[in-house]
């Protein structure tokens, strides 16, 4: 995700991966809430593909941006959850009332600043809950880099964290490396995932994603969940 992908894995040769499963995008944080808690209550999720992006700065010394979207991915659905645009639901009603009425004199310009989210707000509890609850594994390449930056970005501390890199290196003996997602793909999954730049940097922040830019965001979530599926199937894992 965002600026941590790594490169391309297999041969030009190969078919570009395409989502086999459905897409669900949100930029409302009651609908991730309500995704998360039903997600959870069904009962017999034990992992789901983690990913994260966020928007790259092409400034010296910039400090990196908070993390814009978070994509899970089931073996039946995909998620990309907008959370750069989450607003708590109070603030969110406020803000939209300090909106409609902004064209009354008597509303000052401090006062709606003033409803705007701060930067550290959360993300929704049930959302929250999934991401920290140690009975569903949250597989990745690199996956603990992007927990570490969730916890830094919104203060949620992932549990059951599994990295796909060090699981193939036990489930792949015979090929010891330093394995990416792209690589994994092509390996496992026959498939060639699209890392353009033109993607994996483009604006994650913006008002409303592009269709390639959901798809790429939930086809590196369901990445993950497939080459963990092929990887746990391998009697050497």
Known sequence: GGGSSSGGGGGGALTLLRLPVGVTYTRHAEEADAIASE??????????????????????????????????????????????????????????????????????????????????????????????????????????????????????RCAALLDLAALAAKALPNEERGWSLAELTSRLLSRQLDKRDTLRCSDWEAAVLSPEQVEYAARDAWASFAVYQTLSATPAA
């Open 39 to 156: 997600l959870r209550g069904a009962g017999g999720l034990r992992a789901v593909g983690l990913d994260v992006e966020w928007r790259v700065e092409y400034v010296l010394g910039a400090a990196p941006r908070r993390i814009a979207t978070l994509q899970l991915a089931t073996a039946v659905q995909t998620y990309v959850f907008h959370v750069s645009h989450f607003r708590p639901p109070a603030i969110a009603a406020a803000s939209t009332a300090a909106t409609s009425s902004a064209a009354c004199s008597a509303c000052s310009e401090p006062a709606a600043k003033a409803l705007l989210p701060p930067q550290s707000s959360r993300l929704p509890p049930a959302l929250v809950a999934l991401l920290e609850d140690g009975d569903v594994l949250k597989v990745g390449v690199g996956v603990r880099n992007d927990a570490l930056k969730l916890q830094k970005d919104y203060g949620v």
